[in-house]
Nanobody
């Protein structure tokens, strides 16, 4: 079992920034990919950004040029830097990690609220 602990959510005004972090209890050495999803009230969970084992990143169109995903392998951590936040970015953000050998794991979610 792998535990994921998210941090960095909160309340911010539109145009502001937040940095989410997700620390895994296991090394990121053997992962297939990891990233962030979000779910707003009344909406389906959607992919925000992910990063593959080769370091390539993928972003939802709605966050391109505003969000940046990165890995900090020494700390088993993935970050999501969110700039120029909009009210539409308000959601619960969930971190996930997919390992080649032992499957996928999810964090408990962290609330991001952007006020207008």
């Amino acid at each position: 079992q792998v535990q994921l602990v998210e941090s960095g959510g909160g309340l911010v005004q539109a145009g502001g920034s937040l940095r989410l972090s997700c620390e895994a209890s296991r090394s990121l050495f053997s992962i297939n990919g990891m990233g962030w999803y979000r779910q707003a009230p009344g909406k389906q969970r959607e992919l925000v950004a992910d990063i593959k084992s080769d370091g390539s990143a993928n972003y939802a169109d709605s966050v391109k040029s505003r969000f940046t995903i990165s890995r900090e392998n020494a700390k088993n951590t993935v970050h999501l830097q969110m700039n120029s936040l909009k009210p539409d970015d308000t959601a619960i953000y969930y971190c996930y990690v997919q390992y080649y050998t032992c499957g996928s794991f999810w964090g408990q979610g962290t609330q991001v609220t952007v006020s207008s």
